[in-house]
């Protein structure tokens, strides 16, 4: 049976090699059709057609069989240089993050030492302080009983003297009686009420609440510096609109999440406030009380966009499909931990995230430019002059973890307030 197998192989093969039309061995190759003929084939279908010996059109395939083996075998030795670096890479990451955790451990146990030692002491100094306030009012006080138990007894010798019927004995022992001993203490001491070392514990809780605002600023510090470390560098962000052009994006506007109040037009790009409801369907995508609207397409990893707006007040956002949709906070770009937001009005800014805002310094211009990195979790605005080829200003860049795919949108403060997303030409 194996020997039956070895020998059908080479006559098959034979057979492949045989012109089926003409019975002739296929020894040249038709680069017109791309395929092996035989020499009566040139003269028949392949007449005219540039043709060349099987051989030589091997010799020709085979250097670029062997060239782009080269080409491979060179990839595979980049690509396994690049798999060492990217495992030395992970080891740098694992030593330098167990280090750092290492480090500051110690330093947040030595910060916490130091805390307890000031704990320890204040608590040293209170005892040892009302160890010795303590004594000097129970030396007064001891004074004073003592002083008390004389005048008792000087009284009673005045009422034993008060007694005496003869009064010759009375007037020969009146000169006799000592005088009175001016007291050591005043009649009038005085005590400060009610507080006594209260002032320490107003001074340590003011001592906690600058320290809170020192951790927290330096809390906000130090989630950067962490965020920021990303081994696998984005590009840095464009340094020229043209960059930035490079990455833009066309947005249209989903009409089955725009507010009553609000119509779209130019194409789903542009929508503009009214002073009266739609006849819009009824659907669970719908912004029903804030007149906010999102994009139809989510955005992609890395892009930029910008919004024209006209009016007195807009908010250029973005934020997850799943944002909910009726009247509280948590429908409102800006207000919720799933949307940020940057507010344009009366010549300022302010960014909104999670109902926290931050005032905003940039020049004003009716144009603002958004600059989006979800992989590297940076979010940037821009305030855009004209449509000119300079550098637009930077306004406010937000560092987060996007953990859903994140939509454009705006929200139109006042009646006839317009905002449209521009459309770049190439």
């Not at 003269?43 to 060239?67: F, I």
């Not at 910060?111 to 030692?117: A, D, E, P, V």
Request: proline letters at 3%; aromatic letters at 8%; hydrophobic letters at 30%.
């Amino acid at each position: 049976m194996g020997v039956f197998n070895v020998l059908m192989e080479p006559s098959r093969n034979l057979q492949e090699n045989i012109c089926s039309k003409h019975d002739k061995l296929l020894e040249v190759f038709c680069r017109t059709d791309q395929k092996c003929i035989c020499y009566l084939c040139t003269m028949d279908e392949h007449k005219g057609h540039e043709t060349v010996s099987a051989a030589a059109e091997r010799t020709e395939r085979q250097r670029e069989l062997e060239e782009r083996r080269g080409n491979i075998q060179q990839r595979i030795q980049d690509q396994e240089k690049d798999v060492k670096l990217l495992q030395q890479e992970v080891e740098a990451i694992n030593h330098s993050a167990d280090k750092t955790v290492e480090d500051s451990e110690e330093i947040f146990t030595k910060l916490i030492r130091l805390l307890q030692k000031r704990s320890s002491e204040v608590k040293q100094q209170i005892r040892s302080q009302q160890e010795t306030e303590v004594s000097r009012v129970k030396d007064v006080q001891e004074k004073l009983e003592q002083e008390i138990s004389e005048l008792k007894r000087k009284d009673a010798e005045l009422e034993q003297l008060s007694h005496t019927e003869d009064h010759t004995q009375f007037l020969l022992n009146y000169p006799s009686l000592p005088a009175l001993r001016e007291s050591t203490h005043s009649s009038s001491i005085n005590i400060r009420p009610l507080r006594h070392f209260e002032d320490v514990t107003a001074a340590v809780s003011e001592l906690r609440d600058k320290l809170q605002d020192v951790l927290r600023n330096s809390w906000t510090n130090i989630s950067l510096m962490v965020t920021e470390v990303d081994v696998l560098l984005s590009e840095p962000e464009p340094k020229s609109r043209d960059g930035f052009l490079r990455y833009s994006c066309e947005i249209t506007l989903d009409p089955n999440t725009v507010h009553r109040e609000l119509v779209v037009s130019e194409e789903n790009r542009k929508v503009t406030r009214m002073n009266e409801n739609q006849p819009y369907d009824q659907n669970s995508e719908r912004f029903t009380v804030w007149t906010q609207v999102l994009s139809r397409e989510s955005l992609p990893e890395r892009c930029y966009w910008e919004v024209e707006w006209r009016g007195n007040e807009i908010e250029v956002a973005v934020a997850y499909r799943s944002i909910q949709r009726g009247s509280g906070d948590e429908c409102w770009f800006g207000h919720n931990d799933k949307s940020w937001s940057l507010r344009c009005y009366k010549g300022n800014y302010r960014i909104w995230h999670n109902n926290k805002s931050t005032l905003v310094s940039g020049p004003v211009s009716s144009r603002v430019g958004v600059y989006l990195d979800q992989r590297a979790g940076v979010l940037s605005f821009y305030s855009v002059s004209g449509e000119g080829h300079t550098l637009p200003s930077f306004l406010h860049r937000v560092y987060a973890t996007f953990t859903e795919p994140l939509h454009a949108g705006v929200r139109l403060v006042f009646f006839e307030d317009t905002a449209e997303f521009c459309k770049f030409t190439s």
